[in-house]
């Protein structure tokens, strides 16, 4: 089959070859600055991935047929004129796994019998996933002798969902985690194989604490995979009862009520997930406000007859919370 035949060559940068129990990986990513870290650090463990398989978002217009499943060739000839499919910059798991001799595939959809036969091919023992837009269907999913696991940026059973990290600043964690665990029908519910704890810093952004638990989740899909290659993993299910669900923030997730939130827990939301294309909406007894960031945050009481004090730059402001007051950047 075209594209399935392509030779893998030893892997530059990594010293020693497969061993013997080296587990045949095909690795499902998008372009997102989570799926990266981990991608490099199962190539860095010298970790057998035989493909990279990333999503397409290219709508399809009626009655045009187009195949669910295109490989991507390395580098591609891009005429004048013409925009790559897919991003050549090296901060990205194509290029990543081109300079390593690893063929990618942009799917349309999971649910083609053209995708199960290009994957088949490959052979694959187990498949990883760390972060992908596309529900994995049942066959996919029963397809490797040693199923699907999946990287998700929290402590399991709590928070599942498609955007966890949102939520860890939403509900104001000091902690948060990475699970490694196996994918089943029913969205981040499946056998959890590797766990740890993680803090989240105070004032860190969204960007800054993702690149933490993709480096965290890097190393501990490594760990799980060794594992299971030596058949010295463990696993236990997850604990429904303890179990919660966050699906996509929508715009009234961005409103907070000034006077409901600590002073710390909306500095640290700010920080997190706050920006100039999509502000905070604060929301005082008497005013409203767009906050793109956050500057500091004090417990200690201030008087004054207002909720909100206008500094002079006229681009920040003081606004009374809960506990304490919040200085911001405002929009």
């Keep these: 089959?075209?594209?399935?035949?392509?030779?893998?060559?030893?892997?530059?940068?990594?010293?020693?070859?497969?061993?013997?129990?080296?587990?045949?990986?095909?690795?499902?990513?998008?372009?997102?600055?989570?799926?990266?870290?981990?991608?490099?650090?199962?190539?860095?463990?010298?970790?057998?991935?035989?493909?990279?398989?990333?999503?397409?978002?290219?709508?399809?217009?009626?009655?045009?047929?187009?195949?669910?499943?295109?490989?991507?060739?390395?580098?591609?000839?891009?005429?004048?004129?013409?925009?790559?499919?897919?991003?050549?910059?090296?901060?990205?798991?194509?290029?990543?796994?081109?300079?390593h001799a690893i063929p990618v595939w942009q799917v349309r959809t999971l649910n083609d019998p053209e995708i199960l036969n290009v994957l088949v091919a490959y052979q694959p023992d187990l498949i990883c996933v760390a972060c992908f837009s596309k529900l994995i269907p049942a066959s996919i999913l029963h397809l490797p002798p040693f199923g699907c696991i999946n990287v998700h940026p929290s402590l399991l059973p709590d928070n599942r969902g498609p955007q966890p990290l949102f939520w860890t600043f939403y509900e104001g964690h000091k902690d948060t985690g990475i699970t490694i665990h196996r994918l089943t029908e029913k969205l981040d519910s499946g056998p959890i194989l590797e766990q740890e704890e993680m803090a989240v810093p105070e004032g860190i952004s969204y960007a800054e604490l993702e690149l933490l638990c993709a480096q965290k989740g890097g190393q501990l899909l490594t760990r799980a995979i060794e594992a299971l290659a030596t058949g010295k993993n463990s696993e236990y299910p997850q604990d429904e009862e303890q179990a919660s669900y966050h699906s996509y923030p929508v715009d009234d997730d961005y409103v907070v009520n000034a006077n409901e939130w600590s002073a710390r827990h909306l500095y640290n939301f700010i920080c997190g997930v706050a920006s100039e294309e999509r502000p905070v909406e604060i929301v005082t007894t008497n005013h409203y406000l767009l906050a793109t960031g956050a500057v500091s945050y004090s417990l200690e009481g201030i008087e004054a007859d207002m909720d909100v004090i206008q500094h002079d730059s006229h681009s920040d402001g003081t606004i009374l919370c809960r506990d304490g007051w919040l200085r911001v950047y405002c929009k």
Excluded: Y
């Design 1 to 99: 089959m075209s594209g399935t035949s392509h030779e893998l060559r030893q892997l530059p940068g990594v010293t020693g070859k497969p061993s013997q129990q080296a587990l045949r990986i095909v690795f499902f990513g998008m372009e997102c600055d989570f799926s990266l870290p981990v991608l490099e650090a199962l190539l860095r463990n010298n970790i057998h991935i035989v493909a990279v398989v990333i999503p397409s978002d290219e709508s399809i217009l009626p009655g045009i047929h187009l195949s669910p499943i295109i490989l991507q060739k390395s580098p591609p000839h891009v005429a004048r004129g013409m925009l790559p499919m897919v991003s050549t910059s090296t901060h990205s798991i194509v290029q990543l796994a081109w300079t």
